[in-house]
């Protein structure tokens, strides 16, 4: 036990300082390696692992690649554009304008693509319409949480959501008429909670006279029009794939590629450098660190967490989904919720409570938020800051997380129950 925990440490502790440019994949990758030469782990658990994770990896890279090829032609960009003048300057409209358009980015292309897509198109708006620091400040806080605590509607929201639907056999229809309304639940909170706690930053009126008309960021007419059928024809497909019982990545990444050539054919993209720029570092994250934390499940942790699932079980339902949610959250915000949700989900199949598993979600999805590390979104959405010249601390994000956060989350979970 304590070697795993050491070894995971160490491993977390590298991913998030990233010494000489080493990327965050990568050194998983080496603490994956370093367990298997320790012996924390064999290779009958990378097997296991592989096959726990290979449908939401391929799945997520399929979101990111159509998040990535949208992002090309403009979409994105005229949906900002689109929600700012819909708020005809009004900050407070426009404050909420932007969580929904974020919370809608987040359902359909993941929390990871509204990091990595969003943020920099609101970044870039934002200083063009020459808001006020503190004002940019609550609008980046805002779209970076609402990425994750919207991320709970479908399995294709985000990848914790695709390895516990995996793991639990889930379909996409009956994930998503149980999280439907803890999802609008988590949404309304979190927008009551952050225009509460930004109040004062948010500018009254902003002059928005200036922003070009929203059909002019469109670079390419043809595939803007057809990505609404599309979109619309890949979303049924996923209801399809379900009905089949056909692996969600069988969808999402044959739909993104087709994508990609649709847009090749139309001179929209270059389908080398989608490919080349696309996020594969997530990929090597996600597999290495399951690895790694396969080695605590080995030691005995996921043994120790069901029998407190039981025990917390055995007082209520509802004491049940509330505490499974909330040590979820405690867990995802100091060791990752990557890690927290297949040890959770592991933890929960040993109890026999696998109904918990939405709990499980909500936990990993929400309570990432209370520290940078929490989620990969998270990291994410901090570099993609770093690289624009914004860096948010690690105290500036917590003071926010950390009260924001267990209120939203509570209501999300009484939403499930």
Excluded at 78 to 85: D, S
Excluded at 92 to 97: A, H, I, P
Excluded at 307 to 313: C, E, H
Excluded at 332 to 347: F, G, K, L, Q, Y
Aim: one cysteine or more; glycine letters at 8%; proline letters at 4%.
């Amino acid at each position: 036990m304590l070697l795993s925990i050491l070894l995971f440490i160490i491993t977390l502790t590298f991913i998030i300082w990233q010494p000489r440019g080493l990327q965050i994949g990568t050194t998983a990758v080496i603490g994956a390696l370093s367990a298997l030469a320790l012996g924390v782990v064999d290779f009958t658990d990378v097997l296991e692992v592989t096959d726990i994770v290979w449908d939401a990896t391929l799945a997520f890279i399929g979101i990111i690649i159509l998040s990535m090829v949208l992002d090309e032609i403009g979409f994105f960009e005229y949906a900002a554009i689109k929600m700012a003048r819909l708020s005809g300057g009004n900050g407070l409209k426009m404050f909420v304008y932007i969580l929904l358009l974020g919370a809608l980015v987040a359902a359909l292309f993941a929390n990871d693509g509204a990091a990595l897509i969003l943020t920099p198109i609101l970044l870039a708006k934002m200083r063009y319409l020459k808001m006020k620091p503190l004002a940019i400040f609550a609008f980046l806080m805002a779209g970076g949480f609402i990425g994750d605590s919207a991320s709970n509607p479908l399995v294709i929201s985000n990848l914790t959501n695709i390895v516990t639907a995996g793991y639990f056999d889930i379909g996409f229809l009956e994930y998503a008429q149980i999280m439907f309304l803890p999802n609008l639940l988590s949404i309304f909170a979190s927008i009551i909670v952050l225009l509460i706690f930004f109040r004062k930053d948010i500018p009254r009126t902003i002059d928005i006279s200036t922003l070009p008309d929203a059909h002019c960021v469109i670079k390419s007419p043809q595939m803007f029009k057809l990505s609404w059928w599309f979109l619309g024809a890949l979303m049924l497909s996923y209801f399809v794939g379900d009905y089949f019982n056909l692996p969600i990545s069988l969808f999402a990444l044959g739909g993104a590629l087709l994508f990609l050539l649709l847009a090749r054919y139309y001179n929209a993209v270059e389908p080398l450098h989608i490919i080349k720029t696309a996020p594969w570092q997530v990929v090597w994250f996600s597999i290495g660190l399951y690895i790694v934390v396969f080695g605590l499940k080995n030691a005995g942790l996921t043994h120790y967490l069901a029998t407190l699932i039981n025990a917390m079980a055995s007082v209520s339902n509802e004491f049940a989904i509330i505490g499974t949610g909330f040590l979820a959250a405690l867990l995802s915000s100091v060791m990752n919720n990557m890690p927290t949700i297949m040890i959770m989900d592991i933890a929960i199949a040993e109890t026999g409570h696998n109904a918990l598993a939405y709990a499980n979600i909500l936990g990993s999805n929400l309570g990432p938020k209370m520290t940078p590390i929490g989620s990969l979104a998270t990291l994410l959405w901090l570099h993609v800051l770093a690289t624009k010249g914004v860096k948010i601390g690690w105290g500036e994000y917590m003071k926010v997380g950390m009260i924001i956060t267990p209120p939203v989350l509570l209501v999300a979970l009484l939403g499930l129950i």
